[in-house]
């Protein structure tokens, strides 16, 4: 038997997205969410004049099942026991983004916001000074000596010959930056240097086919040693990452959570980057090898010191990301077709990294850039959504691409969510919006309890508008 839950945002973050004044309604909207007789249903229903998310409050899990035909001709169960789940906020809103270009104005506003008026210096490798060029060639050479196999040390002997080829101009000095027209910076922070990089990257499945395409901006230490617990100073291919089923190695960081929160939260404000929202947090977990870490052999110390701290694209305490905009559609990954692939990851997260040295590091997965939000919208009532989801899964079915078996051709929902989900304006590549959306998905229990929170198992879902009542086509939207 299903039922009514209230979802709770994991912490309470920045109430509002950072720069954004409040607009009346959202203009110059071109997003197309109609799907035959979708929005036609929703007239029918109507709203009966209500609003917002109290109106859900009182509502009853929803049980049904029926019968639909699948694109072969065959009939197919569709049973539904699901409960329904709510954000813990009084209001949903259409939130206007777009993604940034990594331009000059916006490379340059990042490293002074990063960096402060101190000079900085470009790191790509046609700048680097000899010395720099000399310590990574001999990395490469290192590298030679373990590769097995051909293709790679074709690669490997191609950066060598351009290493060789930029020695011969290098000179003794890093270059200052005059314009903010390359990928790759270095500059100091708190007495440390820290590289700082806009990388733009697709993500290749085995076929050869991109997965989706994820831009980021990343700062780590340029020498670990100067940031690293002191018993792995000197330990070769040391690095941090956050985790959480090293559970048991007790934080030996000096700050407690709720401080390095703090300072995680003043470094996130400082960015101006659309991260508003913090959702959890997770030891920082350092690895330091003994001798040939490149082909993992050696002796290895694990050492649980400091904090990761995740801030989420979001408003009022609700992440996009975590409620809705999740990485996991299994779907997705089960029924693409060949000539599909995602055109950008869904989710918009910063990672912090904060020991008691202060923040030393940061990944900006997708960042965006908020142009407007809308005022209170009319959401459907609950019953005019699930007459819209039957009527488009019966006279749709296959639309879905729903994964069940050939044997009891049965598909199952047990969860029905009101969330924020990500859908692109076709008009103009890079923008998009967030909008109030019932998700009907089976999520058949699996969730890290302890560990993060992104990664639910997310199977079948049908994503219905909730202010228009149109389908959102999932596979047009990543």
């Not at 945002?9 to 997003?31: F, H, P």
């Not at 989706?212 to 990452?241: A, H, I, W």
């Amino acid at each position: 038997m299903g039922k009514k839950t209230i979802v709770k945002c994991i912490s309470a973050g920045l109430a509002l997205c950072i720069g954004v004044g409040l607009v009346t309604g959202c203009k110059n909207k071109t997003v197309n969410y109609r799907v035959d007789g979708a929005t036609e249903s929703a007239h029918e229903n109507g709203s009966n004049g209500k609003k917002g998310v109290g109106q859900f409050t009182d509502a009853s899990a929803w049980q049904d099942e029926w019968t639909a035909v699948n694109t072969k001709g065959n009939e197919v169960v569709f049973s539904i026991d699901a409960e329904i789940s709510l954000p813990e906020a009084e209001q949903m809103y259409v939130v206007e983004m777009e993604e940034p270009k990594f331009d000059e104005i916006y490379k340059g506003k990042v490293v002074k916001q990063i960096f402060g008026g101190q000079e900085v210096y470009y790191r790509d490798p046609i700048y680097l000074p000899k010395k720099e060029l000399e310590k990574e060639r001999a990395d490469i050479v290192a590298r030679m000596d373990v590769v097995e196999d051909a293709e790679g040390m074709e690669e490997l002997e191609k950066e060598l010959l351009m290493y060789d080829e930029l020695l011969e101009k290098a000179k003794d000095t890093y270059t200052p930056v005059t314009a903010y027209d390359e990928d790759y910076y270095l500059g100091e922070r708190d007495g440390v240097f820290y590289e700082l990089s806009f990388v733009g990257a697709n993500y290749i499945d085995g076929g050869g086919i991109a997965d989706f395409t994820m831009k980021s901006v990343s700062l780590s230490p340029k020498d670990m040693d100067q940031v690293c617990p002191e018993e792995l100073k000197g330990k070769n291919c040391r690095y941090y990452q956050a985790i959480s089923t090293h559970g048991y190695i007790e934080n030996q960081c000096g700050l407690s959570e709720e401080s390095a929160l703090e300072m995680a939260r003043r470094f996130v404000k400082g960015l101006e980057m659309g991260y508003s929202v913090y959702t959890y947090s997770v030891p920082l977990l350092w690895v330091g090898y003994g001798t040939e870490p490149e082909n993992g052999t050696g002796d290895a110390n694990e050492v649980a010191d400091g904090y990761v701290f995740y801030f989420d694209a979001g408003m009022e305490q609700m992440s996009f990301t975590l409620f809705g905009t999740q990485y996991t559609y299994q779907n997705f990954f089960e029924k693409k077709r060949e000539d599909e692939y995602g055109q950008y990851s869904l989710g918009a997260t910063l990672k912090v990294y904060v020991t008691d040295k202060g923040v030393i590091g940061m990944d900006a997965d997708n960042p965006i850039e908020i142009t407007g939000i809308s005022g209170e919208t009319e959401l459907l009532p609950l019953d005019a959504v699930e007459g819209i989801m039957k009527e488009q899964i019966t006279e749709h079915f296959g639309s879905f691409r729903f994964i069940y078996t050939a044997n009891d051709r049965r598909v199952e929902c047990n969860k029905m969510e009101l969330i924020y989900f990500r859908v692109r304006d076709r008009e103009n590549p890079g923008h998009y919006s967030y909008v109030p959306a019932w998700r009907l998905c089976n999520m058949p229990g699996y969730k890290y309890e302890s560990s993060n929170p992104y990664n639910i198992s997310i199977w079948n879902q049908v994503l219905i508008n909730a202010i228009d009542g149109s389908v959102i086509d999932f596979y047009d939207e990543v």
